[in-house]
């Protein structure tokens, strides 16, 4: 626990101006992001009697070790640069809004030639409009299906349409009159994007010019004694009313706003949200947050808006924003959503009539979210505590290891043997500090000895972030007689066999393992998230006795002394300690085993994941892969150019290099590469034994068919084989 006098800014060294300022801890992680109207105002704040302190502050200010800041001109630059802030860093005394799912949106894909309809979620994307959020994605599929009766526009995949193109036969939509069949050409694409604009423009509201056009033509069509063109029209005007009555008018101005409530206790806060579009609810989220600040409703409000708008822009952000509390002051984050729309946006507590009696409704849903959070979360939390304190008993640990990390190796026959690690905090998983490593050390399988190489790398990792820091006393060293970093040695003096890879992919030596595929990019700079700058307390591997004793071995190679080890290991879920003869054995029922059983299998799971990608990549592989310096977007232009490899492999240099991108030296290496390659076996249909003909423009495969490879034996028997 750290001194906050320790880290004091002098007296005169604080700026009496707008900024955000950022505390970090004994490790250079920034914890906590904050702005101010005056930075010296209220840095003053945190540096006064630790007993006059709220305790969640006291907590943040003995946890950090340092206080930097960035001075802004204006307090909207200063909100901008804070929100911007807390998304890289991720800090924990943040208040953070934790969503326990992706809301769907309906979208329409305006960016394409044959605009789609479909179901969205995640980041937004550029040309796409949507609408919503809906709580569950059947509310959207309900409402399309009626509005494609009036608007039937393309919602089949990208595949089904090309097939369907190719065939030249529309899907069952479009026998039945739910699509216009835009893959067979019975519409333009003009009409067909036409058909699309005005689907959007009823999800967006106005409704009443469709309906009494539909009305208009169905009085014309009964006048001219049409009378099945009239029923059809009459079943499409009941179509879309009863599209319209899944979101009843709630203001009848036809506003577009978004309403926010919270409801909060002195612990946590539930935020509830309504989208209103024309004057009907249109979508509702909601989230909840730990208050891990001293924080009031208006920064709880003002947080909320980062949160919802602070990656929107355009008619994303309504003209009218209404909340139960206004931040405090007000006019900065008015004008940044105003910034953020391209006009003008009204932001106020609403006071009486319509808008007031729905923000009721809104804060009833809060409240009732924050009950039904609690009642979760209230055994959830206890579990845990009671498992982390059971591991701690058992395993006579000083204090309940919040941090654990769990080790898996993995391979099939000794190939492609790679490692996993999984990373549990307060006894839930955090799948942003996963890690995977190849085994490049030796050939073959052993997996004590790779355990004992994942453990050193994974560590000498740790203490080279840590003397980069300055952390090390002086006259201390990594180790005796191994670099550190990148191409880091072993003590004994040996090459550092292979790396490591994060979430993002970047790579921390030339043969580093395989990129993740989920969270932030990591880079080295301070106070960003870096691949293995912070110690558990406890780590486990799977396995038993040897497995735990090559893990020890590596720790204590290192100078590590501060870190427990144990393994779990599958047959008789026996927990075994270094240096002990007889394993631990805690009862079936105990939280702690189960909690010990979870992160044992989601290393297992991560590791045969990443060790499945790798090895039906390899099988995958093709004779274009061992070209260097030849990309996997100029592999695709040139097998989009000549349709198939047997195709490239017959073609002149002079036909390779028309293709975009390749000049004459990279044809000439293609060419060369490919004529000594041997050609790949037909492709065969396995559903039905039929070969199927290269010149189709089926791509030509390797001459093992992709999948397992035939010695692997029967699927039953391969998984037996994997570890």
Not at 494 to 515: L, R, V
Request: proline share 6%.
């Amino acid at each position: 626990m750290a001194d906050p006098s320790s880290y004091r800014p002098r007296p005169g060294e604080i700026p009496d101006t707008p900024g955000v300022y950022r505390f970090r801890d004994e490790h250079r992680r920034v914890i906590y992001v904050g702005k101010a109207k005056s930075l010296r105002q209220r840095l003053a704040n945190y540096f006064q009697d630790l007993a006059h302190l709220h305790p969640r502050t006291r907590t943040m200010v003995t946890t950090a070790a340092s206080v930097e800041w960035t001075v802004v001109s204006t307090e909207v630059e200063a909100l901008q640069l804070e929100y911007s802030w807390i998304k890289e860093y991720d800090p924990r005394f943040n208040v953070k809004y934790r969503d326990d799912k992706s809301y769907p949106y309906l979208a329409v894909t305006m960016n394409e030639e044959f605009p789609r309809v479909q179901v969205m979620r995640g980041h937004k994307k550029k040309g796409v409009r949507y609408f919503g959020p809906y709580g569950h994605a059947w509310a959207i599929r309900d409402t399309v299906d009626l509005l494609l009766r009036v608007f039937p526009v393309r919602t089949c995949s990208t595949g089904v349409f090309k097939n369907a193109a190719r065939t030249g036969r529309p899907c069952l939509l479009g026998y039945i009159g739910k699509c216009s069949a835009p893959c067979v050409g019975r519409i333009t694409p003009d009409d067909h994007w036409d058909l699309a604009d005005e689907f959007c423009d009823f999800m967006a509201g106005r409704t009443g010019t469709y309906l009494r056009r539909l009305e208009r033509q169905m009085a014309d069509a009964a006048e001219e004694m049409e009378y099945e063109r009239a029923a059809r029209l009459r079943d499409d005007i009941g179509a879309l009313k009863k599209a319209m009555e899944k979101s009843a008018v709630v203001l009848a101005d036809a506003t577009d706003a978004d309403l926010i409530a919270v409801a909060e206790d002195e612990l946590e806060a539930a935020v509830q949200i309504f989208h209103v579009r024309g004057g009907r609810v249109r979508g509702q989220r909601g989230w909840v947050t730990d208050k891990v600040e001293e924080i009031t409703t208006g920064a709880l409000v003002e947080h909320a808006l980062q949160q919802l708008y602070g990656e929107e822009s355009g008619d994303a952000v309504p003209k009218e924003v209404l909340v139960p509390a206004l931040p405090d002051p007000v006019e900065p984050v008015q004008q940044w959503l105003t910034e953020r729309r391209g006009s003008g946006v009204s932001l106020r507590i609403p006071q009486r009539g319509d808008k007031k009696a729905l923000m009721e409704t809104v804060q009833r849903n809060a409240q009732q979210a924050l009950v039904l959070h609690k009642t979760k979360r209230a055994s959830d939390l206890t579990t845990r505590s009671r498992a982390l304190e059971e591991i701690a008993e058992a395993l006579d640990l000083d204090s309940a290891p919040l941090r654990i990390e769990c080790y898996d190796i993995s391979h099939l026959q000794g190939d492609d043997v790679v490692a996993s690690m999984v990373v549990f905090e307060d006894g839930l998983a955090r799948k942003s500090e996963y890690r995977r490593f190849q085994i490049k050390g030796f050939e073959g399988q052993d997996d004590v000895r790779s355990m004992h190489e994942v453990i050193t790398r994974r560590f000498r990792r740790y203490l080279a972030e840590k003397e980069k820091t300055g952390e090390w006393a002086d006259g201390e060293s990594l180790t005796d007689g191994g670099q550190h970093a990148d191409g880091a040695q072993h003590p004994g003096g040996g090459q550092h066999p292979g790396g490591e890879a994060g979430p993002g992919g970047q790579a921390s030596a030339p043969d580093d393992g395989e990129a993740l595929t989920h969270g932030p990019a990591l880079k080295d700079d301070d106070g960003r998230p870096k691949r293995f700058a912070y110690p558990p307390q406890l780590v486990v591997v799977d396995g038993g006795q040897p497995q735990v004793a090559a893990a020890q071995r590596a720790l204590d190679e290192l100078g590590i002394d501060d870190i427990a080890v144990c393994g779990l290991a599958k047959r008789l879920e026996e927990v075994w300690l270094p240096r002990e003869d007889d394993p631990v054995v805690l009862p079936r029922t105990s939280e702690g085993l189960y909690l010990l059983q979870r992160v044992r299998d989601e290393a297992h799971r991560f590791a045969i994941t990443y060790q499945r990608t790798k090895r039906a990549k390899r099988f995958r592989a093709g004779p274009l892969d061992d070209v260097p310096g030849l990309g996997e977007t100029r592999k695709q232009a040139l097998i989009k150019h000549f349709g198939s490899v047997k195709r490239l492999r017959a073609a002149t240099i002079d036909q390779i290099c028309e293709v975009p991108g390749i000049g004459r030296k990279t044809a000439e290496t293609v060419a060369v590469a490919l004529a000594g390659a041997t050609p790949a076996g037909p492709a065969v249909n396995t559903a039905t034994g039929e070969i199927m003909d290269d010149d189709d423009g089926a791509p030509e495969t390797t001459a093992d068919a992709p999948g397992e490879p035939v010695s692997a034996g029967t699927p039953d028997e391969r998984r037996g084989q994997e570890r």
